[in-house]
T-cell receptor
Framework: QKEVEQDPGPLSVPEGAIVSLNCTYS??????FMWYRQYSRKGPELLMY????GNKEDGRFTAQVDKSSKYISLFIRDSQPSDSATYLC???????????FGSGTRLQVQP | EAEVAQSPRYKITEKSQAVAFWCDPI?????LYWYRQILGQGPELLVQ????????DSQLPKDRFSAERLKGVDSTLKIQPAELGDSAMYLC?????????????FGPGTRLTVT
């Protein structure tokens, strides 16, 4: 079983929609999670990170961790065409300082 | 704003040839990572450096791949000989070593095509 799993999509939504991107993780001891955005043919860009459970908000983006179901989510409000990208979730092993990524979900926001 | 630099951005090579990629991390970042990203997949760690020392190279195919960070600053990843299956994006990332700080910052990547 992979440490972090994502639905690859693609996910297509109209402009202004609320987007929900989700990942599951394998080990209930995992606590530190990161979300990256990757535009086509570019390097990943750090969006947000969360520690333990609960929500973290940054502008239109909210990251959520549900430890009971081993589920992490990224919500995007008022989605824009510029949000069209691949979104990668990852688990950070803080002891080894090693990041393990999911396979990424491709999002397309239609104008 | 400080960025991770990589070169070249694109590389086309024939199989059995040697190829090298270069990375310059953000100034002051002691930890440097090389990842390989196959199209449609997430990045996978190849090698991790702490200063000039290799911390983790368990996923590096050592029969053909090598990596070095001689002075603990910039780094080179080499493939010799290249195989068709090596076609991928090679990403470099760096991180500040500080209590409670784990964010990794990525460069633009080098897209390798092996023909």
């Amino acid at each position: 079983q992979k440490e972090v799993e994502q639905d690859p999509g693609p996910l297509s939504v109209p402009e202004g929609a609320i987007v929900s991107l989700n990942c599951t993780y394998s080990n209930s001891a995992f606590q530190y999670f990161m979300w990256y955005r990757q535009y086509s043919r570019k390097g990943p860009e750090l969006l947000m990170y969360t520690y333990s459970s609960g929500n973290k908000e940054d502008g239109r983006f909210t990251a959520q961790v549900d430890k009971s179901s081993k589920y992490i989510s990224l919500f995007i409000r008022d989605s824009q065409p510029s949000d069209s990208a691949t979104y990668l979730c990852g688990h950070m092993d803080t002891g080894r300082r090693a990041l393990t990524f999911g396979s990424g979900t491709r999002l397309q926001v239609q104008p | 704003e400080a960025e991770v630099a990589q070169s070249p951005r694109y590389k086309i090579t024939e199989k059995s040839q040697a190829v090298a990629f270069w990375c310059d991390p953000i100034s002051g970042h002691a930890t440097l990572y090389w990842y390989r990203q196959i199209l449609g997949q997430g990045p996978e760690l190849l090698v991790q450096f702490q200063d000039e020392s290799v911390v983790d190279d368990s996923q590096l195919p050592k029969d053909r791949f090598s990596a070095e960070r001689l002075k603990g600053v910039d780094s080179t990843l080499k493939i010799q000989p290249a195989e068709l299956g090596d076609s991928a994006m090679y990403l470099c990332a760096s991180s500040l070593v500080s209590q409670g700080t784990y964010e990794q910052y990525f460069g633009p990547g080098t897209r390798l095509t092996v023909t």
